[in-house]
């Protein structure tokens, strides 16, 4: 397998000002301790930043928000691309910019618009090259931003319904990350059931379940570092005795039996080859 020489930055979301089931009406405020670590990693305050709002059903505001944000943080060249159909993807305009960019940081909102209408794209293919080939070339994402970096996308699922089989909708995500299956504001939510039932589906994948301004850097496709102030819970289905997903009837309890779960947080590492933790040492300081 190729070696993976981008980075990923997959972020849980922060304040929730929308209904409990629909991200689409609240805004994406990404606390500047995680866009700090999205600058450093994209070559500091000098580097290019294009921000795609396109999850969003409110994508002017939140363009606005992220120009905000990263000018308090000191960079002057931040681009909003907004792109609300597959033609927006294909333009001249879209293309330059997905190319010279040195970050492409995805917004909020409906994951299932970024696949409609980036996926298989000329700028989805730049942007899977790009993140293959080129060190420091960084992608991250918030909330729906995130989860779109998986290739087995959750699109939707209720929370109250957790650990009944149907209760997660999946789809087509990017296929940046296809080792992962990645939820956010998670623990706010209450989405453990709904990752489980995920991982129940795709036993072979890890769940990432990101609370709310917390992200993983991941370098090489592999090497996981948690930063921000929550925690990152970690699904892996790979030690199953028992799952009965595939039996069951929609609308059932579900069992799974041996489900190794891990909670980690700030500078906790994971290796996602050998699925293996490395907790940070309890006085090393906070990242």
Do not use: W
Not at 96 to 108: E, H, P, R, T, Y
């Amino acid at each position: 397998m190729q070696k993976i020489k981008g980075t990923l930055i997959p972020i849980g979301g922060n304040e929730d000002k929308g209904i409990e089931e629909s991200e689409i009406y609240t805004l994406e405020f990404i606390d500047e301790g995680i866009l700090y670590h999205v600058v450093k990693e994209a070559g500091g305050v000098d580097a290019q930043i294009v921000v795609v709002p396109t999850a969003s059903s409110i994508p002017v505001e939140v363009g606005e928000n992220y120009l905000t944000a990263f000018d308090t943080l000191g960079c002057k060249n931040v681009d909003v691309l907004d792109i609300r159909s597959k033609e927006d993807s294909e333009t001249e305009h879209a293309i330059q910019l997905i190319k010279n960019a040195d970050c492409v940081m995805f917004s909020g909102g409906d994951q299932s618009k970024i696949t409609d209408k980036i996926g298989g794209t000329i700028i989805h293919t730049i942007l899977a090259e790009r993140f293959v080939n080129e060190a420091g070339f960084v992608i991250a994402g918030t909330s729906a931003g995130a989860m779109a970096m998986a290739n087995e996308m959750i699109a939707g699922g209720s929370a109250s319904e957790s650990f009944i089989k149907g209760a997660v909708n999946m789809y087509k995500g990017l296929g940046l990350i296809p080792e992962l299956i990645i939820d956010t504001h998670f623990i706010r939510r209450g989405r453990f059931g709904r990752q489980s039932e995920a991982v129940a589906k795709f036993p072979n994948l890890i769940g990432f379940g990101l609370a709310e301004d917390t992200g993983m850097i991941i370098k090489n496709g592999n090497d996981c570092t948690v930063i921000g102030s929550g925690m990152v819970i970690v699904f892996d289905g790979s030690t199953l005795t028992h799952n009965n997903e595939k039996i069951l009837e929609e609308g059932t309890p579900m069992t799974m039996a041996n489900l190794t779960i891990h909670v980690l947080s700030n500078g906790d590492e994971y290796n996602i080859k050998t699925r293996k933790v490395k907790v940070l040492p309890i006085e090393a300081p906070f990242i």
